[in-house]
């Protein structure tokens, strides 16, 4: 089991940068795939990055593809997530999820992959 820590959040401009870390606790974080999701008001948990168990690949959401980086530093059981050109619409509550598995390619694209999630961290982008 591992348990996740979101931190980073706040209030940026738009077109601004926002740098989210999340900390894993567990001997075992190189066995889990990461990923970052989020959820806006009204609308459902998605998927906006994953990264496979030693971060050799990637996968970001069209919609945050060029500007948002995923990347994890196993020996500090720490992932982050860079945002650049921050937009209004990237406001929503950003987690931090984990999904054990035995694969070096698995790279959850669905949020019901994951099974252990953060308490979230707020990003808000004003226009």
């Known amino acids: 089991q591992v348990q996740t820590a979101e931190s980073g959040g706040g209030l940026v401009q738009a077109g601004g940068s926002l740098r989210l870390s999340c900390a894993a606790s567990?001997?075992?974080?190189?066995?889990?795939?990461m990923g970052w999701l989020r959820q806006a008001p009204g609308k459902e948990r998605e998927v906006v990055a994953a990264i496979t168990r030693n971060g050799d690949y990637t996968y970001y959401a069209d919609s945050v593809k060029g500007r948002f980086t995923f990347s994890r530093d196993n020996a500090k059981n720490t992932v982050y997530l860079q945002m650049n050109t921050l937009k209004s619409e990237d406001t929503a509550v950003y987690y931090c999820a984990a999904n054990p598995t035995p694969y070096g390619s698995s790279l959850p694209t669905f949020s019901n992959e994951y099974a252990y999630w953060g308490q979230g961290t707020q990003v808000t982008v004003s226009s």
């Open positions: 567990g001997r075992t974080f190189g066995t889990y795939a």
